[in-house]
């Protein structure tokens, strides 16, 4: 039953059906949106991917992040890298394919996909600010080898409303280890993306298929229509 009338509640319109969340015990998830998958010579590139295909999500993601910071929702970044000894990068990662530069190789933008490298770090848009959080993560998903689900219990977390790149990977991992750790995810179509534009399409469906099986999907636009609009909402403002 949804009941829109609590003040912490709202209800999204989103793919298969209407979800009703409660905005206190809601974050906003963004995925790896780093220079390393969204500019030209970053691990992206290396893998043979046009990075140009990534660019149209940042303007949705950024007005999302603006509303949640205007709400005092708790945002949450992800980055997928790897110390510079590259001890929690597995043979099988490194190994993989025929990529123009391995992980841990120096490119344009400091060694692949190595933490604290230029390539690394978030694109400008949508750079954290000192009070978000940011887990850095070895893997796709984003709660293998981090702490993530610590963080999400601490402040009490429900629903995830998540974005991101690229939608069939990092995106689509982190919701399917979400949905079996019991949180509702919200999906925001036009903040994610992929450089493959047919994966970004069947990743969406893939997530709100049968009822919904991995949570909802819903546009920017939709998300943004149910938020709270600012930081003056009672019971919404974080301690
Ligand atoms: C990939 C990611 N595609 N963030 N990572 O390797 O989706």
Request: one cysteine or more.
């Amino acid at each position: 039953m949804l009941n829109s009338s609590k003040p912490t509640l709202g209800v999204i319109s989103a793919e298969p059906g209407p979800i009703e969340l409660d905005w206190s015990a809601t974050a906003l998830v963004i995925i790896d949106m780093q220079r390393d998958f969204m500019e030209p010579g970053g691990f992206g590139e290396t893998l043979g991917n046009d990075v140009s295909q990534l660019a149209r999500a940042v303007k949705p993601i950024g007005a999302v992040l603006k509303a949640a910071r205007d709400t005092g929702m708790l945002v949450i970044h992800t980055r997928e890298g790897h110390l510079p000894d590259l001890s929690d990068a597995p043979p099988a990662k490194v190994e993989r394919g025929a990529p123009s530069l391995r992980i841990g190789d120096p490119g344009p933008m400091g060694r692949i996909l190595i933490r604290g490298e230029a390539g690394h770090d978030i694109i400008p848009e949508l750079y954290p600010l000192d009070s978000e959080i940011v887990i850095d993560k070895p893997g796709k998903g984003a709660f293998y080898a981090t702490e993530l689900i610590d963080v999400l219990e601490k402040y009490g977390i429900e629903n995830l409303l998540v974005c991101g790149v690229t939608t069939e990977v990092c995106v689509n991992t982190t919701v399917r280890e979400a949905n079996d750790r019991g949180y509702r995810c919200v999906v925001i179509s036009d903040g994610c993306a992929s450089y493959f534009p047919e994966f970004h399409e069947m990743g969406l469906k893939m997530i709100k298929a049968q009822g919904g099986i991995f949570g909802w999907v819903a546009s920017s636009a939709a998300v943004l229509e149910a938020m709270p609009s600012s930081r003056s909402t009672p019971c919404w403002a974080r301690p």
